[in-house]
């Protein structure tokens, strides 16, 4: 019980020695003096020259009305005014007057000036061109309000033309006011853009060049006419001064076919041959030559000749299956050696050539069928020359053969030399 009592006693000393130190610091701030807003909300409402009634409560002090305690107070700057700084008596709430020395009033800063709702203009008289009209506004900041003085406008007509603009010269338009009659003249820069009624070919196009129209400008008499440039199609956007070129159509190929005596050739013309009111008649004709010289391997023949020869069996036996090939084109006297007939058609080319024959193909084995990639040749009683097949595939039986009898001889003998 004892315990609790003296800790009730001491916490109730905390309490008290704490309010008598907040009092104290309360006393001692009213005897220095505060800045903006100490007295009151800082602005002299009733204009006078001291701020008495301001200074209230705790910040009044005894003052015997001739030694005063002045502390600094800020007038705050508003639309009109601006911002002060003057001293005042923090006892008996005098202000410090000009006789009581330099610091009595000093200007800290400018006035704010009011800030116009323009958005929301209130119209009072709209005037014209005689008589100006008015408007009202009102301050965003103090709400204020005053009107002011527009300037009133001409009541005008639409604009009439005096002259028009062309390409080259300059045109001229005019109103005028109903009210006072004023008169209003504006210029207008010349276009630059050229008139045209119509236009004639200068020169005709072709498959592979552009043509050009002429033209005369009906306003300044100028005559115009494309430049060349691809990109120059029209002068001034106002009418097209080229004629696109409409390339070659070429026709089908004519071809003459070449001999052993005599070159062929294929022939392609482009069929724009007739002239138009815009294009010249176009002669452009593809030439490609046919050599009568061409080589190549004829399997007939077994051998690189003319490709172009047109050749004939001549047979030399009475089976006619031995004989030559003869040229029949009138002045070649192309004869080949002796051969077996071709089965085949003798002027079929298998490849072309300009001077080594080169054979094609594959030799088939007439045993297996399989592509062996290899021939050789013999001669027969006549001695012709006669292809034959080298085919190694025929003793591969015999080879097998072969290696299972020594197999078996050896597997024998292994078994008597095991028995005995």
């Not at 009210?179 to 498959?207: E, M, Q, R």
């Not at 023949?301 to 031995?322: A, R």
Request: contains cysteine; proline residues 2%.
């Amino acid at each position: 019980m004892k315990k609790f009592i003296i800790f009730l006693l001491a916490a109730l000393l905390v309490v008290a020695m704490g309010t008598i130190a907040v009092a104290s610091a309360a006393e001692t701030s009213g005897t220095t003096g505060k800045q903006t807003g100490e007295f009151g909300n800082g602005t002299l409402s009733d204009g006078s020259d001291n701020i008495s009634g301001h200074v209230t409560g705790k910040d009044q002090k005894a003052c015997d009305g001739v030694n005063h305690t002045y502390v600094p107070f800020v007038i705050t700057a508003s639309c009109d005014g601006a911002e002060y700084t003057i001293q005042v008596c923090s006892g008996c709430g005098h202000e410090k007057t000009q006789s009581e020395g330099a610091d009595w009033r000093v200007k800290t800063g400018d006035a704010l000036g009011h800030v116009w709702d323009e958005a929301n203009a209130v119209i009072v008289s709209k005037g014209d061109c005689q008589t100006p009209g008015s408007v009202t506004k009102t301050c965003k900041r103090c709400g204020a309000t005053k009107t002011f003085a527009t300037e009133g406008s001409h009541n005008w007509s639409d604009w009439s033309v005096v002259a028009k603009e062309t390409c080259v010269q300059a045109g001229t338009y005019k109103r005028y006011c109903s009210i006072c009659g004023k008169v209003d003249v504006k210029n207008v820069v010349p276009t630059g853009k050229h008139i045209f009624d119509a236009k004639s070919v200068k020169k005709k196009a072709t498959c592979t060049a552009w043509g050009t129209y002429e033209a005369q400008c009906t306003l300044c008499g100028k005559y115009f006419t494309y430049s060349g440039n691809d990109t120059d199609a029209t002068k001034d956007g106002t009418i097209v001064l080229k004629i696109a070129k409409r390339n070659h159509n070429m026709g089908a190929a004519v071809v003459t076919a070449a001999t052993c005596q005599k070159d062929g050739q294929i022939v392609q013309r482009c069929l724009n041959t007739m002239a138009t009111e815009l294009y010249e008649a176009c002669d452009y004709v593809v030439t490609t030559t046919i050599s009568k010289d061409t080589m190549a391997y004829n399997p007939a023949v077994k051998d690189t000749i003319k490709k172009y020869h047109n050749l004939k069996w001549v047979p030399e036996t009475k089976d006619g299956m031995v004989g030559h090939y003869a040229c029949t084109v009138a002045g070649c006297d192309y004869v080949s050696q002796e051969v077996v007939k071709y089965s085949g058609d003798p002027n079929a080319v298998s490849k072309t050539s300009t001077g080594t024959a080169v054979a094609t193909g594959t030799t088939t084995s007439k045993t297996t069928g399989k592509t062996t990639g290899k021939t050789s040749s013999s001669t027969n009683k006549k001695g012709v020359s006669i292809p034959k097949t080298n085919d190694t595939t025929s003793n591969l039986p015999y080879v097998l053969i072969a290696v299972a009898f020594v197999g078996l001889v050896a597997l024998v003998a292994s078994k008597k030399k095991v028995n005995g």
